[in-house]
Structures are given as C-alpha cells and as structure tokens.
C-alpha cells in the first residue's frame, strides 16, 4: 500500500503563488508516475501535472503550461507543484496520485490518491 499527504493548500489572492507538497509513504515505486489533479465544485477531476521518477519526465495540462512546475525529491519520496500567476480559475481540491502509468493524464491509470488539499484563488 502507499499513503500520500497533500499540504501546501490554502487562500491566495490572483496572481500570487502557492507550493504544494505530497509526501508518500509505504511500499513507493520508482518507475511509477507521480500526478496532480484537481476537482472543482461540479467540474470532473482533470490532470494538471505528472512527473516520472524513473527519469523525471514530465507532463502538464495546456491550462497551465508555463505557470505550474512539477519536481520530485526522489530521496524525500515528495512531489511538489509549484502554482505561480494564480487565476481564480485554478481554484478547485487538488489531488496527488501515484500509479504505473502509460498515460500520465489519465485519471484511471492511476492506483493510490490522496486526500486532497483545497486551493482557492480570490479576485
């Protein structure tokens, strides 16, 4: 089993920055994909961003190419998401995920989730 903990959560006004982290625990795979989604209010949860621990790869939405960068601390086993130029649009409950993934955007491929941190961005 693997247990991952999001934080980083939190109020911020549009344009600013938040920094998500989500450290996993329990059985971790090196080869496995490391996601962010999120879920708005009403909205499906989508992909925002996957990293490889493998070679680092990674992957964004085209909503925030440019504003978000995922990295790994393969040694911590912790994934982050650095959020900067916030829009009122990015708020929604991120999720982290981690999973053996041939698709890193697709939601079903992956195999353990955690909690959720929500994220709101005022005007």
């Known amino acids: 089993q693997v247990q991952l903990v999001e934080s980083g959560g939190g109020l911020v006004q549009a344009g600013g920055s938040l920094r998500l982290s989500c450290a996993a625990s329990?059985?971790?795979?090196?080869?496995?994909?490391m996601g962010w989604f999120r879920q708005a209010p009403g909205k499906e949860r989508e992909f925002v961003a996957g990293i490889r621990r493998s070679d680092r790869s990674t992957y964004y939405a085209d909503s925030v190419k440019g504003r978000f960068t995922i990295s790994t601390d393969n040694a911590k086993n912790t994934v982050y998401l650095q959020m900067n130029s916030l829009k009122p649009e990015d708020t929604a409950v991120y999720y982290c995920?981690?999973?053996?993934?041939?698709?890193?955007?697709?939601?079903?491929?992956?195999?353990?989730w955690g909690q959720g941190t929500q994220v709101t961005v005022s005007t």
């Open positions: 995920a981690t999973g053996n993934t041939i698709r890193p955007a697709d939601v079903y491929e992956y195999s353990y």
């Open positions: 329990g059985r971790t795979f090196s080869d496995y994909t």
